[in-house]
């Protein structure tokens, strides 16, 4: 599509005047309040030009415009200035993440409580796919008599833990010894390559303690194994946020988006994790209908090359998106950074 510099200016300007107002702009209104150097007339024949276009359109009888879809994507792809985070939003990011860092379930869900805080836009935050993991590492923490605390540290990062018998007398000393065979035999497997290739290994090693092998093996296998409550945990901060926008005060459409946002599996379909950068879907390219209204930004954070999860924001098409798309970007990192320290040490 060839856009002229002026056409250029005054779809930017229409953009970030509806963004701003979320009332239709009018040639008057870009005259007035954008210093372009033109007459509303002249603004109003380029504005006809780019309503054939495709770009902006008419709402029900107002004199002014909105941008369409095709507006808005052409906004982000030629014309967005790019967006930084102030320090004092990534001092925030930086603070708030860090002190939870400890259990990557409560960082992961936090993001996501303090994602939508700042954009005061829907976010979505899909944690760690638990069934793709493989074993990293395994601690036993004394419990109770003939009973221990069995801590699992995945590949991904996810800690869990069960109680695990461990049958009478078993010293500390000897729960360090299993741990130690398992930790060596087992890091970077999955249960399936264990099962088949290293089962008889750690029986060797361990025939002594095989009433509490067998145990700790059933546990790992279910840890592990890939099944319906293994499947990604979807994280919603701020859905209260869409109650705020002008364009969701129709009842049926709100009452629409909020039955997909409690629906786990429907937004996991329609978000877009990338190997690389940012991905923005905006109002009809959304698959669903429900979301035909609205644009969607993601991005992926990763552990050493891996893709963990996704970070995204919902919100309407009118939207800051050099904000959303700078916000999405810099979470993704810092989560990124703090993970992959976390597994390191």
């Known amino acids: 599509m060839q856009m002229d510099e002026r056409k250029k200016k005054i779809l930017r300007a229409i953009v970030q005047d509806y963004v701003n107002t979320a009332e239709p702009v009018g040639s008057r209104t870009i005259a007035r309040k954008f210093d372009l150097g033109i007459s509303p007339a002249t603004i109003r024949n380029e504005m006809s030009d780019m309503e054939e276009l495709g770009l902006i359109e008419q709402p029900h009888t107002s004199a002014g ?16 200035e790019k967006s930084n985070v102030t320090d004092d939003v990534k001092d925030v990011i930086e603070k708030e993440t860090t002190k939870r860092i400890a259990e990557i379930q409560t960082v992961i869900a936090h993001s996501s409580k303090l994602l939508s805080e700042l954009t005061h836009l829907t976010s979505i935050v899909i944690g760690p796919d ?53 930790n060596h035999k087992m890091r970077g497997h999955s249960m399936e390559e264990v099962k088949r290739d290293m089962l008889h290994e750690i029986y060797s090693e361990l025939t002594r303690q095989r009433f509490l092998i067998d145990n700790a093996l059933e546990l790992l296998s279910a840890i592990l194994s890939n099944g319906p ?43 877009h994790p990338q190997k690389e950068g940012l991905a923005v879907t905006i109002g009809g390219e959304n698959k ?46 810092t989560l990124t950074e703090l993970l992959t320290i976390r597994r390191r040490n």
């Open 65 to 80: 415009r909105i941008p369409s879809d095709a507006g808005y994507r052409y906004y982000v792809d030629c014309l967005m």
């Open 130 to 182: 638990k069934g793709k993991s493989a074993f990293n590492q395994i601690h036993f923490l004394p419990y109770e008599p003939s009973k221990a605390i069995m801590v699992v540290v995945k590949e991904n990062g996810v800690v869990e833990n069960q109680i695990v018998d461990i049958g009478e007398n078993v010293t500390a000393e000897e729960l360090q010894r299993i741990a130690n065979v398992f």
């Open 229 to 271: 409550e293994e499947s990604n945990k979807v994280y919603l901060g701020g859905t209260l946020n869409m109650l705020n926008q002008p364009e969701f005060r129709d009842v049926e459409k709100i009452k629409n988006l909020f039955q997909i946002f409690e629906e786990g599996d429907q937004i996991i379909k329609v978000l």
């Open 288 to 333: 669903l209908k429900e979301l035909r209204d609205c644009s969607i930004i993601t991005g992926t954070y990763w552990i050493d090359g891996e893709p963990l999860g996704t970070i995204g924001l919902i919100g309407p098409t009118r939207m800051d998106y050099g904000k959303a798309i700078a916000m999405v970007d810099y979470m993704t990192r």
